[in-house]
């Protein structure tokens, strides 16, 4: 290595070190380094690090038979564990350590990690006259987040000093990191709100939220105009060309493209939201439950799979033909079924998954009120139906709750009849 590049290997340790506590790793953690080989001379492109971390050299990116590589087809990636597993790919910069971590019961012994000396743009300070000690803030945050009702949050991770949440509806998915800190300098708390994942509408919508209960607007800000476009006229479309415009949808749900499998679930979404009569045509309504059953099937990515049930859950609120064919679909009915009971193995990964299964608990109930005689005896050829009502009765999330209750009330006028 030449005099040069050990100059600036060295002169990149401090940086390196102050990135590695940035997120409260210890100054002597471990780090792989990855590097390319240069192309041009043998020297080693190193982006520094601090002494003893490990370097991995990885070879120079060679093309293979002068063909493009899709780095998002199905081959390029292994298959994923299980659905709750799609936290970890959204986790930018996160580890599977990090994601995983068991939330302790915090006590009035609880301390917080010195504010970072980089902090995003989305945090505020909180003063300390107004909570004595860590404890009291994290109490008194842990209590307020669930009043947010678009939003799931994780429980309090001691180790990160962290609150993870997931806001996700129809086609509108965030995940955002609530970190807390503790200034030295001011003696302040410092609240921090991160989006690692997804839209930034929801959000920024609630970092605002979050900060005005702790720092009321003393001027009010200036309400900005809106946009009001009317409807364009335009001549009624046929059933065959409404159609025909779908097309590229469903050719998307399809694809071997994993970008193109996730954009047509959302676009699903949106489809069912707008509720328009020509989705009550046959063809159209055949076409819809057949796309959707395929991106179901998606066990690769679970993005593909959590929009599908999303776009599955408004589906069968458009029209009665949807929830005929949801109850006739095995398919459908597996996924749904396996899904409302799949209960993540941490507590902290309880938030990424719940809105789905709450969804799955919404869909089980309406086509239980639509034909739940139809339902149960698909389900009795599908499960075990005393097993899987086991696995249901586990269920502690509230609003879940409430949906089993009316789902198992339901049933059981159905196996009554039956017997």
């Not at 990636?77 to 659905?83: C, E, I």
């Not at 003696?187 to 209960?213: C, H, M, R, W």
């Not at 071997?256 to 707008?274: I, S």
């Not at 929009?307 to 597996?334: C, G, H, N, P, W």
Request: hydrophobic fraction near 35%.
């Amino acid at each position: 290595m030449s005099e040069d590049s050990k100059q600036t290997t060295n002169s990149n340790e401090d940086s390196f070190t102050n990135l590695l506590k940035f997120r409260g790793a210890p100054p002597s953690a471990s780090a792989e380094i990855y590097a390319h080989e240069s192309r041009k001379s043998n020297e080693l492109l190193s982006l520094g690090g601090p002494k003893g971390a490990s370097v991995s050299v990885l070879p120079p990116p060679q093309s293979i038979s002068g063909e493009r590589i899709d780095f998002f087809s199905r081959s390029a990636f292994p298959p994923a564990a299980s659905f709750a597993s799609g936290f970890k790919h959204s986790q930018i910069g996160s580890s599977k350590e990090t994601v995983e971590k068991k939330p302790t019961i915090p006590d009035e012994s609880l301390e917080l990690p010195n504010r970072p000396q980089l902090v995003v743009r989305t945090h505020f300070e909180v003063q300390r006259a107004l909570y004595e000690t860590p404890f009291k803030l994290v109490t008194f945050v842990s209590k307020l987040l669930p009043t947010f009702d678009s939003i799931d949050f994780s429980d309090f991770i001691i180790e990160d000093s962290v609150w993870h949440g997931k806001h996700i509806h129809g086609a509108t998915c965030s995940y955002f990191d609530l970190f807390l800190y503790s200034d030295r300098k001011s003696g302040n708390y410092i609240l921090e709100v991160n989006k690692t994942k997804g839209d930034s509408k929801p959000f920024v919508q609630f970092f605002k939220s979050l900060k005005a209960l702790f720092i009321p607007e003393t001027v009010p800000q200036k309400q900005q105009p809106l946009l009001n476009f009317g409807t364009l006229s335009c001549s009624p479309i046929t059933d065959e060309e409404y159609l025909q415009g779908l097309q590229p949808i469903f050719r998307m749900a399809f694809a071997q493209n994993y970008e193109a499998r996730v954009e047509a679930a959302k676009m699903l979404c949106d489809l069912f939201h707008q509720k328009q009569t020509q989705l009550q045509v046959p063809e159209v309504v055949a076409a819809c439950v057949k796309s959707v059953e395929k991106l179901l099937d998606d066990g690769e990515f679970p993005d593909v799979r959590q929009f599908a049930i999303m776009a599955l859950s408004s589906m069968i609120d458009v029209v009665d033909e949807y929830k005929t064919a949801a109850i006739q679909s095995d398919r459908i009915l597996s996924v749904v079924m396996k899904t409302v009971v799949d209960q993540p193995k941490l507590p902290t990964m309880n938030f990424d998954t719940i809105q789905i299964r709450r969804e799955c608990g919404k869909v089980l109930g309406s086509l239980a009120l639509y034909n739940v005689n139809e339902l149960t005896s698909r389900i009795i050829k599908l499960v075990d139906l005393n097993g899987w009502k086991s696995e249901l009765e586990k269920v502690e999330d509230k609003k879940l709750i409430l949906q089993r209750d009316r789902f198992l009330s339901e049933l059981r006028k159905a196996e009554a009849s039956f017997a």
